[in-house]
């Protein structure tokens, strides 16, 4: 993105074939900044793919839960409309007791109001009647998943991805095919690496502070700053007032509730001794320790051979593994906390690590 233009434009993105050389269905766009014009881009996109061919070309919006049904399309696509198409508006009806929202848009007035059908609002907890309804659903041709990063951990959804690819997997059905190609955009501003999404895809450890571009198998990632708008917040009275906070820091370029402390890769350390095996459900982590400077070190790489493995969670287990807690091992990662001399590769190992000790 050209940090002399002022909104977002994802045509590039668009244009980006994924690490096998084939089309993408997930287009992902993540920003520091708020108002960089990444809704506004694809609310558009999607808005005027309708207009060109209102028959082929309905679409879907994501949404977590049933209760945000009847404004959801409206907060998206109005901001848009106004500028663009003013002469449009766009409104949500409530279907099947909150399972799904039908959406309108509608021009004129009086007699020559024209109300016409351009798309669906899907919550992702609505996933197992949506699967017994799908083919209500077969018309639309492209899906956009907007803020799928809360702020919030607690905001996810139990099993929410599982319960996105259910909803998916249901609406891509149709045209003579048991699967078609179904895109899906998704944007948000850059909250952690470890959402559930990234972990799922991956993505998670492929990210750097620097990343701009990601090609992965059936997806491709974007990460977008833009000095104008970082410039306008930071000179906003509130934002001047608040100085600091990383929550309105757009110019640190780094995501907002990850904390990189303690990440880093081990340098001259001398030889390092195998630990012990951690599990996180289908996450492995390796732990070595450095007795030359006195650290141990939670990574990505394990030792396969190695007897001394342990679950982290009762609730995902791997079986025959015993649980670390109250393990003798367990106490001494526990004050090598303590003593600040534990590092870790990854956010995610950091924390898998410290589920440890909640």
Not at 58 to 83: P, Q, T, Y
Not at 94 to 114: C, L, P, Y
Not at 256 to 276: F, L, Q, V
Not at 284 to 299: F, K, S
Request: glycine letters at 8%; proline letters at 3%; aromatic letters at 14%.
């Amino acid at each position: 993105m050209d940090n002399n233009i002022k909104f977002y434009d994802g045509t590039e993105l668009l244009s980006k074939r994924d690490a096998e050389g084939q089309l993408p269905e997930i287009y992902i766009v993540c920003s520091r900044t708020r108002s960089a014009g990444k809704t506004w881009f694809f609310t558009k996109k999607l808005f005027e793919d309708f207009l060109e061919n209102p028959d082929e070309n309905k679409f879907i919006v994501f949404c977590r839960n049933k209760l945000e049904l009847g404004s959801v399309a409206e907060g998206m696509f109005k901001g848009m409309l106004d500028f663009y198409h003013p002469e449009y508006t766009i409104s949500e009806s409530i279907q099947m007791k909150g399972t799904f929202s039908n959406i309108f848009v509608t021009t004129g007035s009086g007699d020559d109001t024209v109300r016409t059908h351009c798309g669906y609002v899907l919550p992702l907890a609505s996933a197992d009647t949506i699967k017994r309804i799908s083919s209500l659903f077969v018309d639309a041709c492209q899906g956009f998943f907007d803020e799928f990063m809360p702020e919030s951990k607690t905001t996810f959804l139990s099993d929410e991805v599982q319960k996105f690819l259910s909803i998916v997997t249901s609406v891509a059905r149709g045209g003579g095919e048991t699967r078609r190609r179904l895109p899906i955009y998704f944007c948000s501003n850059c909250i952690s690496v470890n959402n559930p999404y990234f972990i799922e895809l991956g993505l998670n450890r492929r990210i750097k502070s620097d990343t701009k571009f990601v090609k992965g198998v059936g997806y491709v990632f974007q990460k977008i700053e833009n000095n104008l708008i970082i410039d306008t917040h930071a000179n906003a009275g509130i934002n001047r007032a608040f100085k600091g906070n990383k929550a309105i820091d757009y110019a640190d370029n780094s995501w907002m509730n990850d904390n990189y402390t303690c990440i880093e890769k081990p340098g001259d350390w001398g030889r390092a001794m195998y630990y012990c095996t951690i599990i996180d459900g289908k996450y492995t982590y390796g732990v070595n320790y450095y007795p030359n400077m006195d650290l141990y070190y939670v990574g990505c790489k394990f030792d396969k051979t190695a007897g001394l493995c342990f679950n982290i969670k009762y609730d995902d287990m791997t079986p025959n593994v015993p649980l670390i807690r109250g393990s003798l091992y367990m106490k001494t990662l526990r004050e090598a906390m303590e003593k600040g001399i534990v590092r870790f590769q990854t956010i995610h190992a950091k924390e898998s690590f410290m589920d440890i000790f909640i």
